[in-house]
């Protein structure tokens, strides 16, 4: 397990360059090798208002769709993308908050009995896989967006999303795939407005120094 470095000499000059899209919001992450894969640390809380919140504990699911996507310095062509779906409802019989994953680490239930750590849970975003490291070359420099939705109006899309994670490796997907970039516009456009709630962020400059 290796952290990756910050490239802090290029944020002001990267902050330039965001600021086309004046919807994202810039978030210092943290990056980390594991195995093959190099992974983000991160929260996406922002995604939620205090109506979203009170809405957790309604009995009604909530879904949250997540999609990643690195990026070299300079260039508009991400390297790799990552997938994952969220789902919370509150079950009034168990009194208690059921959340699944759908993702890059496959699928998993997690269940507690409080809505903060309910959130909690589902805005964290913790060693997510967003690349292999193949793609990654060493001392060049990268920036990763993230891209969450919550409640997509479209069902569509949903049913889409889970056909792609049901067929690719985990939900990610590295240029050269046979899903690479097809989807790309579900999660990266910045027009995207099907949704109750939209949160995009970018991550600062980073790179992989050598061993």
């Not at 600021?19 to 943290?30: G, P, W, Y």
């Not at 009995?59 to 994952?84: C, D, H, M, N, W």
């Not at 001392?139 to 993230?146: A, N, Q, R």
């Not at 069902?155 to 889409?160: D, F, H, I, S």
């Amino acid at each position: 397990m290796r952290a990756l470095v910050a490239a802090a000499v290029l944020v002001a000059a990267s902050a330039s360059a965001f600021a086309d899209d004046d919807k994202s919001e810039v978030q210092r992450m943290r990056f980390i090798e594991r195995g093959q894969s190099l992974t983000a640390t991160g929260n996406i809380s922002n995604l939620f208002d205090r109506a979203a919140y009170e809405a957790l504990g309604s009995g009604f699911p909530s879904t949250i769709q997540i999609g990643t996507a690195v990026y070299p310095r300079g260039s508009k062509t991400a390297i790799a993308y990552g997938l994952e779906l969220r789902t919370i409802v509150y079950d009034l019989w168990d009194e208690q908050y059921v959340i699944h994953f759908e993702g890059p680490t496959g699928k998993r239930t997690r269940r507690v009995k409080y809505r903060a750590e309910a959130l909690k849970l589902v805005t964290a975003i913790e060693d997510f896989p967003v690349a292999s490291l193949t793609s990654v070359p060493y001392e060049d420099v990268f920036y990763l967006t993230l891209t969450a939705q919550l409640n997509p109006v479209s069902k569509e899309t949903l049913a889409e999303v889970r056909r792609w994670l049901s067929q690719t490796t985990g939900g990610g997907l590295d240029r050269g795939g046979v899903f690479f970039g097809s989807f790309v516009s579900v999660f990266v456009n910045p027009k995207i407005a099907d949704a109750d709630r939209v949160l995009r962020i970018r991550s600062q400059p980073f790179y992989r120094p050598k061993p």
